[in-house]
C-alpha cells in the first residue's frame, strides 16, 4: 500500500516536469536541427576527402592478397 500512494505522490508531483517537456521538445528539436545539417555536411566532406585519398589505391586494385 505504501508503495502505491508513494508512486501517487510522485506522479502528482512529477507531471507539470513530464507536460513542460512534452511542450518544449518541439523547441527543442527545432534548435538542434542546425547542428545536425552541419554534422552530416561535415560526414559528407569527411566521406568525399577519404574516398578522393584511396582512390588511387582502388584504382591499382590495391587490396590485401591480390598480389598476382
Do not use: D, H, Q, Y
Request: charged share 10%; proline share 7%.
Amino acid at each position: 500500500m505504501i508503495k502505491f500512494l508513494l508512486w501517487l505522490l510522485l506522479f502528482v508531483v512529477c507531471w507539470p516536469l513530464a507536460l513542460l517537456a512534452l511542450l518544449l521538445w518541439p523547441i527543442v528539436w527545432v534548435l538542434t536541427l542546425p547542428f545536425r545539417l552541419v554534422g552530416i555536411a561535415v560526414e559528407g566532406v569527411f566521406a568525399l576527402l577519404r574516398s578522393i585519398i584511396l582512390l588511387p589505391a582502388r584504382v591499382l586494385g590495391g587490396r590485401p592478397g591480390a598480389a598476382s
